[in-house]
């Protein structure tokens, strides 16, 4: 199992910036997700903005989350250059 998110920071683009107790740094694109429930009720920018991290994984108000292993197996790894254009 991957280690705990410790921080993360949504883009305009329904995408999530993660970061892990490891130090790694990865992105998560939400798109694919923003389709199914329950994930449909953050599908507006000022919703999916409201992102944070709790209980080691990524919280939206309402009770949404998504399952960390999730997060960690479908997220692509950020580099310096990657994250800046963010």
Partial sequence: MPCDVIS?????DFQIDLEYAN???RRF???PLLQ?????RI???????????QYGTVVWP???DIA???LYDDS???SDTSAKQA
Avoid: C, Y
């Fill in 36 to 40: 199914m429930k329950p994930w449909n």
């Fill in 43 to 53: 599908a507006a920018p000022v919703l999916f903005s409201r992102a944070r991290v």
């Fill in 68 to 70: 960390p292993e999730t």
């Fill in 23 to 25: 130090g790694e740094r």
């Fill in 8 to 12: 993360v920071s949504p883009t305009q």
């Fill in 76 to 78: 692509v790894v950020l």
């Fill in 29 to 31: 694109d939400m798109r």
């Fill in 62 to 64: 309402g009770e949404i």
